[in-house]
């Protein structure tokens, strides 16, 4: 055999890369292969802040292949389709490529099997390269996958890893294959202003230096909004730049509870990962209805906009809506609380506040993203369903000094904390001095509603 194909999605870099290296192990040549699928931005899914990213990826993964003699082949298309027209052109007998999880990602492996059969060519599709388990992997009994977190835990803490692969030292491509362009992120328009660079040397370089300055506070800071001591590797993982498996491997070497706490962090992108990938419709409906009626009409709509314009009245719901926008990056602890205050404060779906994060987040992910609202919503896996997030109290024990709202929500800058929290004691005068709305609703008012609407009251 002289051509073997391996197919990037979700996985654009070339450490610790099983179908890379089964493609090379297979055969002489190899054309790496990405395509740029319309089905995709037909889902809704090709939100700026991610195809600036993705087209850092690209741009990167190209170069590294170049530095090893070879070079990125792009095609633009229906998945499918161009993959059996390279495998064609280049009489290719395998093709290589991740397992992914979601409903998209389980029909297009199915559609691509079958295509390339009836071709009379085989597709390997690997597991555990875009999380470090392969979902389903570990199970409990008389389930297909687990509903809580904890025992996930246990289970995925014991059991065995692959030791991370280096990447290959050439890759030879056959030489007249047709590409488009490489991506350039300067074609993206409306991009966040803060945006992060994407690509894999940008993410190892955080990796390196994240583990070596950060992951020790890691366990006392995580939740520290101004500290920003977390990893923010979420977009290098969700484009697979870096391998989530290499990062719990270097963060393990590391050693300590900076790390073991970090390492849970991961487990948590697993377990939703392996939720996702037994139950697909989770994507958009309830995995455990609470039989919601979530507020519609006029009044609704108002107060989703001014939760997604970081104006409720609020400041660290709005400090985080912001920071959102600003960089298509948040904060976990400001994600909670913004997911907690729209589905349960202000009672609205939780469909809508995913999708408003699905249009700005850059690390936006069906599996993270959907069941971690499912899970502030109480209708995912979260073993306390009806918990409520109070804004001033998470700001106070997250954001004691009010660093992070002075940074997003600058009208209120002047102000000191504890008050910075809740601009509404500010006196008359001083209060009518701040450009900063009101509350839309009070936190009595919308815990209420929301107790009388589960049954609780
Ligand atoms: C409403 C809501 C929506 C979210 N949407 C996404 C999303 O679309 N994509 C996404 O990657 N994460 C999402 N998260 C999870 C989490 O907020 C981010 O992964 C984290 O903030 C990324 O920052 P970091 O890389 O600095 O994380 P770190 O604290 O450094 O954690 C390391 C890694 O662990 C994983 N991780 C951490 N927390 C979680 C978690 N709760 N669930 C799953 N994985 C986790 C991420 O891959 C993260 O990069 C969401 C959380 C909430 C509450």
């Known amino acids: 055999m002289n051509v073997s194909i391996v197919l990037f999605t979700s996985d654009l870099r070339l450490h610790d890369h099983p179908p890379l290296r089964a493609a090379l192990a ?9 395509v740029r699928d319309q089905a995709v931005d037909r889902a809704g899914f090709a939100a700026p802040n991610r195809l600036a990213f993705l087209a850092d990826c690209l741009t ?5 292949l170049r530095a090893r003699g070879g070079r990125l082949v792009v095609r633009h298309g229906d998945t499918v389709a161009e993959v059996c027209a390279v495998a064609r052109e280049t009489d290719a007998d395998e093709v290589h490529m991740a397992a992914g999880c979601t409903a998209f990602a389980h029909e297009r492996e199915r559609r691509l099997r079958h295509a390339l059969e009836a071709d009379g ?3 390997y599709v690997h597991d555990g390269v875009v999380t470090v388990l392969p979902a389903g992997e570990v199970t409990p009994a008389g389930s297909d996958h687990f509903a809580v977190f904890t025992p996930y835990h246990r289970r995925w803490s014991a059991e065995p890893r692959r030791s991370p692969a280096a990447a290959p030292r050439s890759v030879q491509v056959p030489g007249a294959l047709r590409s488009e362009e490489v991506p350039s992120r300067t074609a993206v328009a409306s991009v966040s202003e803060g945006l992060a660079t994407g690509g894999e040397t940008k ?8 583990l070596s300055r950060h992951v020790d506070a890691y366990e006392a800071r995580h939740d520290d909004l101004a500290g920003d001591v977390t990893s923010r590797l979420s977009p290098y993982l969700h484009f697979g730049a870096v391998s989530a498996n290499e990062v719990v491997h270097r963060a393990r070497s590391r050693g300590g509870a900076g790390a073991e706490a970090f390492v849970r962090q991961m487990c948590w992108r697993d377990f939703h990962h392996q939720v996702l990938n037994a139950r697909p419709h989770t994507a958009t409906q309830d995995y455990r209805t609470r039989h919601d009626r979530w507020r519609q009409g006029k ?10 314009a970081g104006l409720t009245g609020y400041p660290l719901v709005d400090a985080a809506m912001r920071q959102l926008a600003h960089e298509g990056w948040m904060h976990n602890r400001g994600r909670l609380l913004a997911a907690s205050f729209l589905t ?6 939780w469909r809508l506040g995913a999708r408003h994060f699905l249009g700005l987040l ?4 069906i599996a993270n993203n959907q069941l971690n609202w499912q899970w502030a919503a109480g209708t995912g896996t979260d073993t306390r369903p009806n918990r409520v997030l109070n804004p001033v109290l998470q700001a106070r024990r997250y954001d004691p000094d009010g660093a992070y709202v002075r940074r997003w929500v600058p009208e209120l800058a002047s102000l000191e904390a504890p008050l910075i929290h809740e601009p509404w004691k500010v006196p008359p005068l001083d209060r009518a001095a ?4 009101d509350p839309i609703v009070t936190l009595a008012d919308g815990l209420g509603r929301f107790r009388r609407a589960r049954g609780e009251d």
Not at 60 to 64: E, F, I, K, S
Not at 204 to 210: D, G, M, Q, V, Y
Not at 362 to 365: F, T
Not at 434 to 437: N, T
């Open 362 to 365: 850059v690390d936006g992910d």
């Open 121 to 123: 060519r085989r597709l």
């Open 344 to 349: 349960k404060t202000l009672y609205l779906d």
């Open 203 to 210: 993410g190892r370089e955080r990796l390196t230096a994240w």
């Open 299 to 308: 009044q609704a709509d108002a107060d989703l906009r001014a939760w997604q």
């Open 60 to 64: 990167d993964l190209d170069a590294g």
């Open 26 to 34: 297979s055969a002489p040549e190899v054309v790496p292969l990405f």
């Open 434 to 437: 701040l450009d900063y709305p």
